[in-house]
């Protein structure tokens, strides 16, 4: 018995030895993360850029979408054909996140092609070649992609409440890019950004492996130690600048079957204490809401509350239907009825295991794994902090979360598209 | 010593003999009295499990009258059942027990799926077995569950895609549409009727024509004792007759055109192909015909996208029992159609000649599915709805021997598939485009 136990003992030792993230820090702006995961067969890496719209003015939207772009596709020595043929030999899914306060790159390949696939996108950040002849194809194709963008309802009413939300904030940068700015963007705008945030943006490379760390550090800290800059702080990005009260502005499209809802309203950063409370609140608020409007009423198939996770941040509320006059009475009648009545405390119960099966399922995907080590930890300097996200769900009591969430239930931005 | 060296050699003997793997991961499947295949999957990265029904139904069981209803029905299954009566009482079960769910339906399959702590799955099993088994069809419910459809109709008929792809099945399944139609007809979802969802239950909700797909952090003997006890119950039905009459096939080559407010043109061009049956060798020669003409090192890529003369494009073989194809979709930029055509044609054309096919690139191509298929069951989800479909469409076996199949298809295989379906097979053409490019490059369809 005695010997089971010590071979038990020995065993989860080995495996929570094995679940370890290592940490290295490779010059003063770049840092490491590692996560060796034996059972698995696939690596991935992500690697982060802090600052996102911050690092550029308006004219120059899009600028960290299309770098990203042009290093998936190609670098001074790997012409675009020769990267064609290696994504292929390695089998490579790339995948990019060009957001408000960051831009990452996700590449995931074979334990087996890990170094070769990493040392290929390392050089084509080193070196990359955004010579006009390769850079105006993708900026031809990212410009039709920001005017398809209008086909889709949904999307266009994204873009129209960013337009009027971010207007005068740092935020109108938008990282998809705009036609207009991406049109103007030129070989040496690429070179100069990549050169500038290389240099004094903290950047933070975060890997989930079947590879164990002992083989590659080395290999990680020499193929991206020419990012050796100065790590130079963000300042705090200013709030919103709206009105007070709510408005609604209408947009004509034309051509759709339906009426498409969306408003938006300030809410407590990610990084800020209030935040949790807040998106569980939103969270329940969406439940009721959805139950409201399709459930009983039937008004619509689409309805949703939530909470964005930016820096300076937004909450939302969406909905396609005919009859927009009653979502937004109905929607307003489930405001009143939190002040009136509160959130219940079972309420929040079950959101915290919804909360957790959604995180459950996101980590089971490598690149996903990869992801999520690098943003907690850029973001909020602990790449753990999803975890003790949920564990933090239970010590939340439903006044705190009724009292939160009713600060920030005003000012409400819609935008009616018809 | 000698004893408890007997005693680890027989039970390693007795796993590999009665242990099966999947995909890799430990894999049981067992068949109730009643008919329910149950197939169970153990992957133990996160402690959830995804409890999934597939059901052999979808817009392939459709007639002209009931043309949606497969799809309403899928919507009706997340209302109130003897058990939790209310929506209110279904909607709180499903939060207390943390589940993640969804449903979707499709040309030869409809499926459910709940995603939940692998530490709730006998209440999981319990719920799931309600929800299938005894719904109430409330007519107040399904009153305002029309409205839902009907506004989710009228969403997926605001996106110029979603019309460009509906056409396009209506003109290759011309005579028989209403069994590619998942969405339905306007007509058909408002006037729905109890009657009608209990028609669709009593045909196809039964256990001999459903599989129950478990896959996640599991133990075996355990889910099996509570899948016993709360499914045998089901009763079975009168099995399922498959029997319709084939889509027909193009008697000529088609055109459609639609102009709409669109940033880019979107040209599909499509070949009926074999029907997927599992014996035929040709469904999986398309297959990989596909996976190949998909590699970026692919000459067609080459020829395409490297030559900046499309954004990028998609070809795929659809493996459907009811009407299949072999499809091109490409998107560009208006004003380069001819040559992509004039490109895209020339490639067909030799598509059926040895010389195209370079062996080391064709062998990759194989490498490169499996990969993907592994990369896509990396998520238990992922792993129980692509499970769920092969055992609706393609059935478990062939999913199981699918990389095997695909390593011994030859290039004369795939030439032989190539000749038959698409060198000597008509075709359909359909132009997604603004009207500029309508008027300069395709004005000549009118009327087509």
């Known amino acids: 018995m005695k010997k089971i136990f010590f071979v038990f003992f020995i065993i989860m030792i080995f495996i929570f030895s094995f679940s370890e993230v290592y940490r290295e820090r490779i010059s003063k702006n770049l840092e490491l993360l590692y996560k060796y995961v034996p059972e698995n067969d696939i690596s991935s890496v992500s690697i982060f850029i802090e600052g996102g719209s911050a690092n550029y003015g308006y004219e120059k939207s899009g600028i960290e979408n299309i770098i990203f772009r042009m290093i998936e596709k190609c670098g001074k020595n790997y012409s675009e054909t020769e990267m064609n043929e290696l994504m292929d030999k390695y089998f490579v899914n790339v995948s990019y996140d060009n957001s408000y306060d960051y831009s990452s790159f996700t590449f995931s390949t074979l334990n087996k092609y890990l170094f070769d696939v990493t040392k290929i996108f390392a050089d084509n950040l080193k070196e990359p070649d955004f010579s006009e002849t390769v850079l105006e194809k993708e900026r031809n194709r990212m410009i039709d992609e920001i005017k398809s963008k209008e086909e889709d309802p949904d999307e266009l009413l994204y873009l129209k409440l960013n337009e009027y939300f971010f207007k005068n904030h740092p935020y109108i940068s938008n990282p998809e890019g705009y036609v207009e700015t991406v049109q103007n963007l030129k070989e040496q705008d690429l070179y100069n950004h990549l050169k500038k945030i290389l240099s004094n943006r903290r950047v933070v490379i975060s890997v989930v492996s079947g590879v164990p760390f002992k083989d590659s550090e080395e290999f990680f800290k020499r193929e991206f130690g020419f990012i050796n800059g100065k790590f130079e702080k963000i300042k705090g990005v200013k709030e919103f600048d709206l009105c007070k009260g709510d408005t609604i502005l209408k947009y004509e499209k034309g051509g759709l079957q339906t009426k498409y809802l969306g408003c938006k309203f300030k809410i407590p950063s990610v990084k800020d204490k209030e935040y949790l409370p807040v998106r569980v609140g939103l969270s329940i608020l969406s439940k009721r809401v959805y139950e409201t409007l399709r459930t009983k009423h039937g008004l619509t198939y689409a309805a949703y509350v939530g909470a964005s996770n930016k820096l300076v941040n937004y909450g939302v509320f969406y909905v396609s239907t005919l009859y927009p006059d009653s979502a937004i009475k109905l929607y307003r009648d489930e405001i009143e009825k939190v002040r009136k009545e509160g959130i219940k405390q079972e309420e929040i119960d079950d959101m915290k295991n919804i909360y957790q099966t959604s995180f459950f399922l996101d980590n089971e995907r490598t690149s996903n794994r990869s992801f999520a080590l690098g943003y907690n930890y850029l973001i909020f300097g602990d790449y753990d902090y999803d975890m003790k996200f949920i564990k933090e769900l239970d010590n939340l009591k439903s006044d705190k979360v009724t009292k939160t969430l009713l600060k920030y239930l005003k000012d409400f931005k819609f935008i009616l598209l018809e | ?448």
């Open chain 2, 1 to 448: 010593m000698k004893k408890s060296f007997y005693l680890v050699i027989t039970i390693f003997l007795s796993f590999l003999i009665f242990s099966e793997t999947l995909y890799k991961r430990d894999y049981k499947s067992i068949k109730l009295d009643n008919g329910l295949e149950v197939l169970m999957v153990k992957t133990r990265t996160q402690p959830i499990v995804t409890i999934e029904i597939a059901v052999k139904n979808g817009s392939y069981t459709q007639t002209p009258e009931n043309c949606g209803l497969s799809h309403l029905y899928e919507h009706m299954f997340f209302k109130g059942n003897v058990k939790w009566k209310s929506q209110e009482e279904y909607n709180k079960r499903i939060r207390e027990l943390g589940i993640i769910y969804n449903g979707m339906t499709s040309n030869e399959s409809v499926r459910y799926y709940f995603t939940l702590p692998s530490k709730n799955i006998d209440e999981g099993l319990e719920f799931m077995s309600y929800a299938i088994m005894d719904p109430l069809f409330d007519s107040v419910e399904l009153e305002k569950e029309r409205n839902v459809v009907l506004n989710e109709f009228d969403r997926d008929f605001s996106v110029p895609f979603y019309k460009f792809y509906q056409t396009a099945d209506s003109v290759m399944y011309e005579k028989y549409f209403y069994r590619k139609n998942t969405i339905g007809f306007k007509n058909v979802i408002a006037n729905a009727t109890r009657e009608q969802m209990y028609e669709i239950k009593n045909k196809y909700y039964i256990p001999n024509n459903c599989a129950l797909v478990i896959v996640g952090d599991i133990d075996f003997d355990k889910t099996e004792k509570s899948v016993k006890k709360y499914f045998e119950r089901w009763e079975k039905g009168k099995d399922v007759q498959f029997d319709f009459p084939s889509h027909p096939l193009l008697e000529k080559n088609k055109k459609f055109i639609i102009v709409d407010k669109v940033a880019t043109t979107k040209y599909l061009l499509s070949f009926r192909a074999p029907n997927f049956d599992g014996n035929s060798n040709e469904p999986y020669a398309l297959d990989l015909l596909s996976d190949y003409l998909s590699l970026t090192s692919s000459k067609l890529y080459k020829d395409l996208v490297e030559s900046g003369l499309v954004y990028n494009y998609y070809v795929g073989y659809s493996g459907l029992k009811d009407g299949s194809e072999f499809s091109f979709y490409l998107d560009l930029r208006g004003e380069n159609i001819d040559t992509v055509k004039k490109i895209l044609f020339e490639h067909i054309k030799k598509l059926n000649t040895p010389d195209y096919y370079d062996s080391n690139l064709l062998q990759h191509s194989k490498e490169y599915g499996e990969v993907n298929t592994f990369r896509r069951l990396e998520s238990s989800l992922s792993f129980a709805l692509t499970l769920g479909y092969w055992w609706c469409v393609g059935g478990v076996e062939n999913f199981k021997n699918y990389n095997e199949r695909i390593k011994n298809i030859s290039k004369e295989d795939i030439i032989s598939a190539v000749s038959k379906y698409i060198s000597n097979g008509y075709y359909m053409e359909g132009f997604l485009t603004d009207s500029t490019t309508y008027k300069e490059k395709l004005s000549f369809l009118k009327g087509e």
